[in-house]
């Protein structure tokens, strides 16, 4: 896929507040210690934090 | 050379927004063209960016770009995740556009284009922007903290009780309201009805596609669902055609209050990736492209506007949309849009903790705002199109109509029953009279501008599918904050519940899951069913008290982020958080005080319950329990409003006359790790 539209599904991913594994994996790199979350774990953990959040009217 | 380039181009772009104001404000009695509102909006809303937001950012909070954000500090890949200013300008006006900047424009152009539009424009710049803005601020330098917990925090744990208390209230009327919208619009309409049913499966496919099959891909179930969507648009069609399948979907108001008391019950107890979170990123996708697809349309178009500046209703008080003067109910009525008090549960939650450097609250705190208003004013003109008379037919139910009809027909507002009809079949309904609500009426501004942009371009116009699509597209956001906010409000609930027994605390206990979902839902089911049986429409009510209330939440956040500017030793700028506290003040008591005690038995709560005493009608009964139960919310909503500002005062008084040490709880400095321009 071009990068451009790689980009542009990602801005439209973070938009809509998907959740992005790979971003998780960078900070833990970042942070200097393992993941403790496999993906299915974190989108499981991601999904129920989101569904509490308020939309506005 | 730079600075005399940017003083002639601000001085330009200050003149032509006052040109646009000078040539809206003097129009009387001939036809104006869109332009003008969209020219006047978006040069007010230039300067304010340019000058009040800085003013803002700069000397009131003085954020800092050295200064790490709670998303950098806190990091965890999870909920605080560093963001583009840009990418999360889009997230956060996801969170906060909802049907409110589009419904409430739609029930204020009952008084003209000229209030609401001034309201929805100056209000933003001075008062929604700014609390959007100074509650995300506050919050940035207290690691994502809620309105609740800074209330607690920095005014007193009474304030955070209170302030928690307000938002349950408000919650459980903004649901009932947003409700009453989707039943208006649905109501003997098997077009629409089909359309929202089978969004139920395809959130349960998606759910199934985001979580088991391919677990995390949105994209691919949002677009598979998107696909499913359309082909359920064109198949109500096919529905609406044919007596046997449309009478399976064509349903009474009190039957679809039911349905949807139902939905929103389990929607609130199923796991939020069955039914909830898809119908969340379905509808956020769809906002974001029928948005920008309605900004192009009404661009390209430049639409004139039929409906005139002003209508006898502004001063008479007696429009039959909801009753009231245009003060104070314009500014009630118009909350999303202008200033929204939910926006500061949207600025103290989600988005504080994604920030990636403090000065990018401007864009996306004041920003996000301005594009809402900006929003609002599409919905304005997109109402101001139709003609008055069928703005009337379409907003009014049957007895408000009765009441209204000599001003209607002095001032010319009335079109004849076969253009209504006309108008019904063309756009594949059987009837638009009296489908109060504001959505409506809405969808078939949205279906003239859409179709003319079809139309220009050598197409059919589709009116009957772009009115339904109009319709799904209001529906299913409305739905989705139905799910999301029944099961907020559970959370609260449980949460207080706490406080008294640990284990209803606990919000995977399911006795307590079930009996907290049982008792939110019955509380916006109250209110739903009462409008609904409303023989003025529910609206008339109903939506008032709504916008009330949201103004009251937005008197709590003010008074909190004025207690913090004070306390941070920059009382000499409180006047941007006080100024528009007390326009807020003025407005909500004032339109409290008509609701509860006006003489008018179409504005007052107590009126009208005396106006039916006596009666032999079999519904008066419960017509006057209604309007009590009005007037106590009305009261309570009042009283818990006016004991947080009677803290917040004391407070104030206290810190500025030396009697307590005013201390913030800010988070110390850290200096950020990102290099500059990073």
New interface residues.
């Given amino acids: 896929m071009p990068r451009v539209i790689e980009r542009f599904?990602w801005?439209?991913?973070?938009?809509?507040?998907?959740?992005?594994?790979q971003?998780?994996?960078?900070?833990?790199r970042?942070?200097g210690h393992p993941p403790h979350l496999d993906?299915?774990a974190?989108?499981?953990?991601?999904?129920?934090?989101?569904?509490?959040?308020?939309?506005?009217? | 050379m730079r600075r005399i380039a940017s003083i002639v181009i601000w001085a330009v772009i200050s003149a032509l927004g006052a040109l646009a104001f000078a040539t809206l404000a003097w129009s009387r009695g001939e036809t104006v063209n869109a332009a003008w509102l969209l020219i006047a909006a978006v040069c007010t809303y230039a300067v304010g960016y340019r000058f009040y937001s800085k003013f803002i950012v700069t000397r009131v909070f003085a954020l800092d770009p050295t200064r790490a954000t709670p998303a950098e500090r806190l990091e965890n890949g999870r909920d605080f995740v560093p963001t583009g200013k840009w990418v999360l300008f889009g997230h956060h006006f996801a969170a906060i556009a909802g049907a409110g900047p589009l419904v409430g424009p739609v029930l204020a152009a009952q008084f003209g284009f000229l209030p609401g539009t001034l309201w929805l424009v100056i209000g933003v710049v001075l008062g929604g922007a700014v609390q959007d803005l100074t509650i995300l601020c506050c919050s940035l330098r207290r690691n994502g903290k809620s309105l609740g917990q800074m209330a607690k925090e920095e005014i007193s744990p009474a304030a955070g009780l209170t302030a928690m208390l307000a938002v349950l209230f408000i919650m459980i009327i903004l649901i009932a309201v947003l409700a009453l919208i989707v039943v208006n619009a649905l109501k003997a309409s098997p077009w629409g009805l089909f359309t929202i049913a089978c969004t139920i499966p395809i959130a349960l496919l998606m759910g199934w596609w985001m979580r088991s099959w391919r677990p995390g891909r949105v994209g691919e179930a949002s677009l598979a669902g998107g696909f499913l969507l359309l082909l359920a648009l064109v198949g109500g069609g096919w529905v609406s055609r044919h007596a046997g399948p449309a009478a399976l979907f064509t349903f009474s108001g009190p039957a679809l209050t039911a349905l949807i008391v139902a939905y929103g019950f389990f929607a609130s107890v199923l796991p939020v990736w069955m039914l909830l979170l898809p119908r969340d990123y379905l509808s956020t996708f769809l906002k974001i492209a029928t948005i920008f697809a309605l900004a192009v349309a009404i661009l390209i178009l430049l639409p004139p506007l039929r409906m005139p500046a002003m209508t006898p209703f502004a001063a008479l008080g007696e429009g039959p949309v909801f009753a009231g003067k245009f003060f104070p109910f314009v500014f009630i009525t118009i909350a999303c849009g202008a200033i929204s008090g939910f926006h500061a549960l949207v600025s103290s939650g989600t988005t504080p903790k994604m920030l990636r450097r403090e000065p990018d609250a401007r864009l996306i705190g004041y920003g996000g705002m301005l594009m809402e208003s900006f929003v609002g004013v599409m919905a304005m003109i997109a109402a101001c199109t139709l003609h008055p008379g069928v703005y009337f037919a379409m907003n009014t139910s049957p007895a408000a109509l009765q009441q209204a009809a000599p001003v209607l027909q002095s001032a010319g507002y009335v079109v004849s029953p076969d253009t209504m009809a006309a108008l019904a079949a063309e756009v594949g309904e059987k009837t638009l009279i009296g489908r109060a609500g504001g959505a409506p009426a809405l969808a078939v501004g949205m279906t003239q501008i859409f179709s003319g942009v079809t139309h220009a371009f050598g197409g059919h116009t589709l009116a009957a599918l772009w009115y339904h699509f109009a319709i799904m597209f209001e529906a299913l956001f409305i739905l989705t904050t139905i799910d999301a906010g029944t099961r907020v409000g559970r959370f609260m609930l449980q949460e207080l519940l706490g406080h008294v027994w640990p284990r209803m605390g606990q919000t995977s206990w399911y006795p307590s899951v079930i009996l907290s979902s049982v008792a939110i839902v019955a509380g916006w089911g109250y209110f739903l069913y009462q409008g609904i049986l409303d023989p003025l429409g529910g609206i008339n009510s109903l939506w008032p008290l709504f916008g009330i209330a949201n103004q009251m939440l937005a008197i709590v956040a003010l008074a909190v982020a004025t207690t913090i500017i004070i306390k941070m030793n920059r009382a000499r700028y409180a006047w941007v958080t006080l100024a528009p506290l007390a326009w807020l003040v003025a407005v909500t008591m004032t339109a409290g005080f008509e609701k509860m005690f006006s003489a008018d038995p179409r504005l007052g709560f107590l009126a009208h319950a005396a106006s039916l005493a006596g009666s032999t009608d079999p519904q008066a009964g419960r017509l006057i329990f209604n309007d009590h139960v009005n007037l106590v919310a009305t009261l309570v909503f009042t009283s818990v409003v006016l004991l947080l500002l009677a803290i917040s005062v004391k407070e104030w008084v206290l810190v500025l006359s030396r009697r307590k040490a005013a201390m913030v709880s800010e988070v110390p400095y850290v200096a950020t790790s990102y290099a500059a321009g990073d």
């Fill in positions: 599904l801005i439209l991913r973070r938009i809509v507040g998907a959740p992005d594994y971003a998780y994996l960078d900070h833990c970042r942070a993906e299915k974190y989108i499981r953990e991601f999904f129920d934090a989101k569904g509490g959040r308020t939309r506005c009217c």
